[in-house]
């Protein structure tokens, strides 16, 4: 079984693997966890009282999110050892060590099955539950990867392709609000006093602007009924913000084509419909013909695959310190 190896932020290219697999890259120890402490003392004792109640509820509820979804996790065949999802210090989830872990130890893996990907370089992603939702295919198949990535996460999210409802633990525990710079306000921008990042995120934001409208533009009723620009750039920002990356390398290989070759040969020359250098011929070429599809002209053409690994991808938010990294 091939397997994906992921070290912190350092991704091990065999994409096309069939389980994504995560190593701690240092030593994690447990006393690393934070603790959150709600900071109260010099508000009232009403106050307190008030605050501690309605961090009490959103507790109880976030507890119940992150027990839905490693529930969900087990069920759908992801391993795990050492690490478990919980509340970082920063209020955030992330993977929290359960006990010590040691460098190489493998913390995470996960069914290839699982994860949204795309292709770039290579006309978009062939995702025939993606290609689906557009009247016009492709302006997809021409859409950066992150903006194919958004796509896919927001139909999951809707319900309106394949496995959505079966993902929607993972979905929950998705972040759904970003305070990133592309949603201060102008006057704030200006505050930072820095006419570069200023003008960047005013240049962002038209591109995206005119991205959304360009899929909105071919995309099917249903999904153009549905899709909001401020979803649109959720997912935008859950794909450059989770998502990780590596060489393409061709799909897995896969034996079946060649056996069904090897046994249209046998059937052409059993019933003496051509000679064995004819059927000897064909053969050749579809092996050939498979070799350079899968492992040649990806290489050629230096494809990327951009993958969102759900569980592996609550990795990139612990950071307490340089030290508490997986």
């Known amino acids: 079984m091939r397997l994906c190896n992921i ?3 350092v991704i091990v290219s065999f994409i096309n693997a069939q389980h994504f697999t995560c190593f701690a890259f240092v030593p994690f120890s447990e006393k690393n966890a934070g603790i959150n402490v709600l900071r109260t003392s010099n508000a009232s004792p009403q106050i307190r009282r008030i605050n501690s ?3 009490a509820v959103a507790s109880r509820k976030k507890d119940a999110v992150i027990q839905k979804f490693t529930d969900w996790s087990k069920e759908s065949g992801v391993k795990t050892g050492g690490v478990g999802v919980g509340t970082t210090s920063y209020g955030e989830l992330g993977l929290i060590a359960s006990t010590d872990l040691s460098v190489s130890d493998i913390i995470a893996q996960v069914p290839s099955e699982l994860v949204l990907d795309v292709i770039s370089g290579s006309g978009g992603d062939a995702s025939r539950d993606a290609l689906e939702l557009f009247a016009n295919d492709k302006v997809y198949r021409n859409l950066s990867w992150w903006a194919q990535l ?3 996460l927001n139909a999951l999210d809707k319900g309106l392709i394949y496995g959505g409802l079966a993902k929607q633990p993972w979905l929950d525990v998705l972040p759904r609000k970003f305070n990133s710079p592309f949603h201060w306000s102008d006057d704030y921008l200006k505050e930072l006093q820095y006419d570069f990042m200023f003008n960047s995120v005013l240049d962002q934001r038209k591109k995206w602007k005119l991205i959304y409208n360009e899929v909105l533009s071919a995309a099917n009723s249903e999904f153009r009924n549905q899709l909001t620009y401020e979803d649109f750039v959720w997912g935008c920002e859950c794909a450059r913000s989770r998502a990780f990356s590596g060489a393409y390398s061709g799909a897995a290989f896969n034996a079946g084509p060649y056996a069904f070759t090897l046994l249209l040969v046998t059937i052409y020359v059993g019933l003496g419909l051509g000679s064995l250098e004819q059927a000897a011929n064909g053969a050749g070429l ?3 013909a498979n070799i350079l599809k899968d492992f040649v002209l990806p ?3 230096k494809l990327k695959k951009y993958i ?4 592996i ?3 990139n938010h612990v950071g307490i310190n340089e030290a508490g990294n997986v």
């Not at 969102?308 to 569980?311: A, H, L």
Request: glycine letters at 4%; proline letters at 5%; charged letters at 15%.
């Open 308 to 311: 969102i690994c759900p569980y």
């Open 150 to 152: 958004s796509v896919r």
């Open 299 to 301: 290489k050629f053409f």
């Open 53 to 55: 109640g309605l961090h």
């Open 7 to 9: 070290f912190f932020f």
């Open 286 to 288: 579809v092996l050939c």
């Open 313 to 315: 991808d609550m990795a």
